[in-house]
């Protein structure tokens, strides 16, 4: 289905949309309903969100330009990078959203199926075709991204499903813990994983498959559909994602037979799902110029280079999203990748054009490893939200720039603001998740502190929940943490391997 296809569809939401803000249809009946149309109330209910799906985290030139005249026309104040490669728009008014969405089809940016029980936006290593991989995954991704569109109206799943694409054993995506990852291998295959996911009850994926032809993974993809369908639980939604299935079905090995019985299926069937991908090509070069700054990175293509922007938290700032947007409009081959730790990659600079981008976004980007942390929207915003991760991460980044932790003494952390781990918290080196503690019989704001966790393929590990910190306290213990760190001269990579009881040790008094 084209994404002016979708157009047919936009009336009932005006229509729900209209009901949910004059008070005749309730909160848990619209967000039933607007799922379906990437779009959710936020938290209090007096405004909207609004997903723009970017299949593969890719924003062409033509996607942002979207994205900035509409953010200047309609007064748009606040977006955000999502860790599911996507943009959201925030603090819209009905009178807003409903024209951005249908302008948003226009432009080929579809946001139906962004909520829900739906296939959502697929994902993929942000540098892919333009680092040193194995292969280039990203037509793969955009290719199942368009294939996956046919199964919004198709049978109901129990939940969503998320694919990704990894092109390297960073695993950026995730690949092998999401519902369904392909990760690429050095004889320029495919492993595919499946029913693996964070949150509750987490779930690294099963190895399903190793080394399959890559003109064969959309077999893959119906195979996963089928299985959902099949096993999935459509009685209780707090099992209802791919992970419960495993234990539903007695453990990886039955899962993967059940898996494997699906793809017979397929394969055996009458519809014909290879697909041959002719990689892209880059075309564009430049001139070897060295760049010195640590946000820039050296392509595989000769003469150009990626600028990284991190924006806070992912909340760039609009008027720089649009300026750099126009910016890019007179730039070749140039566009824009998102990440799952909310950061944001221009690619295809020369170097005369990576200093233009460098300028543009200086003072809205992270300028430490620290500052580049990764957190959720937040209960500010989010209706399920526990607690407001943006503030403390904000709360965070201030405290440790008032008392100079120098850069590399912190990681990158990884904050969600409940056990739904958008935050990612249970994959970084220091997590946290939002909770409740008793303090002198009060309940106060608190945060699950999480340890160790590590998401690079063959070393994947969740991290070990040690305890509740009071809100207001971490920041202190960051600080000391980045202090103890300072003073070894280590950074924090090399301070934590000699150390590795050294986080525990010294976040004992705050756990208390």
């Known amino acids: 289905m ?12 005006k229509e729900k949309t209209e009901q949910f803000y004059n008070g005749t249809l309730s909160k848990g009946d619209y967000k039933g309903f607007s799922g379906l149309y990437g779009s959710y109330a936020q938290k209090g209910g007096q405004a909207s969100m609004l997903r723009l799906r970017m299949t593969a985290g890719c924003v062409t030139k033509e996607k942002m330009q979207f994205t900035a005249d509409a953010i200047r026309k309609y007064g748009v104040k606040r977006m955000h990078f999502t860790t599911c490669e996507a943009i ?43 680092e040193e991989e194995y292969f280039d995954v990203m037509p793969y991704a955009e290719k199942a991204g368009e294939y996956l569109m046919d199964f919004i109206l198709a049978e109901k799943m129990p939940r969503k499903l998320k694919v990704c694409f990894s092109n390297s054993p960073a695993n950026l995506p995730h690949a092998t ?82 898996y494997l019985e699906k793809l017979q299926e397929v394969l055996d069937g009458p519809e014909d799902l290879r697909c041959s991908i002719t990689p892209s ?16 990175k050296a392509q595989k293509q000769s003469g150009l280079y990626t600028v990284v922007w991190h924006p806070i938290g992912g909340q760039p700032d609009v ?17 824009m990748r998102l990440s799952p730790d909310e950061s944001a990659y221009i690619v295809n600079l020369t170097a005369e054009e990576a200093k233009q981008v460098l300028e543009i976004t200086e003072e809205d980007t992270a300028k430490t490893v620290f500052e580049s942390s990764v ?33 590399g003494a912190l990681p990158q952390i990884h904050i969600s603001g409940c056990p739904s781990s ?60 980045g202090k103890a760190v300072a003073e070894s001269g280590l950074n924090f990579e090399v301070w934590y391997s000699q150390n590795p009881d050294g986080i ?3 976040a004992e008094e705050y756990l208390a």
Request: charged share 25%; hydrophobic share 35%.
């Open 2 to 13: 084209k994404a002016q296809d979708w157009k047919q569809y936009l009336p009932e939401f």
């Open 319 to 335: 008027d720089v999203f649009c300026k750099l947007s126009d910016a890019l409009a007179s730039m070749e081959d140039v566009q």
């Open 281 to 296: 090509v880059i075309t564009k070069t430049g001139t070897r110029e060295t760049m010195e700054s640590s946000r820039v």
């Open 504 to 506: 525990k040790k010294i």
């Open 88 to 130: 959201q728009l925030h603090d819209l008014t009905k009178e807003q959203v409903y024209p951005i969405m249908e302008g948003a089809l226009d432009a080929g940016i579809v946001t139906m199926g962004g909520g829900g029980d739906f296939p959502r936006n697929v994902m993929c290593s942000p540098l892919s075709g333009v």
């Open 375 to 407: 957190s959720c929207i937040g209960a500010v915003t989010c209706q399920v939200g526990l607690r407001d991760s943006q503030g403390l991460l904000n709360a965070c980044v201030k405290a440790v720039r008032e008392v100079q932790i120098p850069d």
């Open 177 to 258: 813990f999401r519902d369904l990852g392909f990760a690429a291998t050095a004889d320029g295959k495919f492993d595919v994983y499946s029913a693996g996911g964070l949150g509750n009850n987490p779930r690294m994926g099963v190895k399903v498959a190793e080394g399959i032809e890559p003109e064969m993974f959309l077999y893959y993809i119906k195979a996963m559909w089928l299985t959902f369908r099949a096993y999935g639980n459509y009685e209780n939604r707090g099992k209802a994602r791919t992970r419960y299935m495993q234990e539903a079905l007695g453990g990886a090995e039955k899962y993967k037979e059940a």
């Open 422 to 481: 958008c935050g990612t918290h249970q994959v970084g080196a220091i997590g946290f998740r939002g909770a409740s503690k008793k303090v002198d019989g009060k309940v106060q704001s608190a945060y699950v502190l999480y340890v160790d966790g590590n998401e690079k393929q063959g070393q994947e590990v969740l991290g070990e929940e040690l305890g509740a910190i009071v809100e207001e306290k971490i920041p202190e213990f960051l600080v000391k943490l």
